[in-house]
């Protein structure tokens, strides 16, 4: 059984930054790709960004500029660095990675509040 565990959410002014961690631990093997989505009041999860195993990045167009995706895979934890905070970016953040040989987990979500 695998868990993901996600760090960081918080209360944030508008223009600030925050830094988001998401840690896997259990009985696992090699994860592969790993991401980070968001599920804003009302609406829809949406993808954010993505980091595969060797550290090839991809970012949705509305953060795009604004946070980086990282991974530190000896210690099964991937980071969302959040710079220039909107109050647009205000939603629940959850981790989710992908394991080599087809599982794929979610974590239970950290709260991001951008509010003046």
């Known amino acids: 059984q695998v868990q993901l565990v996600e760090s960081g959410g918080g209360l944030v002014q508008p223009g600030g930054s925050l830094r988001l961690s998401c840690a896997a631990s259990?009985?696992?093997?090699?994860?592969?790709?790993m991401r980070w989505y968001r599920q804003a009041p009302g609406k829809e999860r949406e993808w954010v960004a993505t980091?595969?195993?060797?550290?090839?990045?991809g970012y949705a167009g509305s953060v795009k500029g604004r946070f980086t995706i990282s991974r530190d895979n000896t210690r099964n934890t991937v980071y969302l660095q959040m710079n220039s905070l909107k109050a647009e970016d205000t939603a629940v953040y959850y981790c989710?990675?992908?394991?080599?040989?087809?599982?794929?987990?979610w974590g239970k979500g950290t709260l991001v509040t951008v509010s003046s």
């Open positions: 259990g009985s696992i093997g090699t994860i592969d790709n």
């Open positions: 980091i595969t195993r060797v550290a090839a990045t």
């Open positions: 989710n990675a992908d394991w080599f040989g087809g599982l794929n987990a």
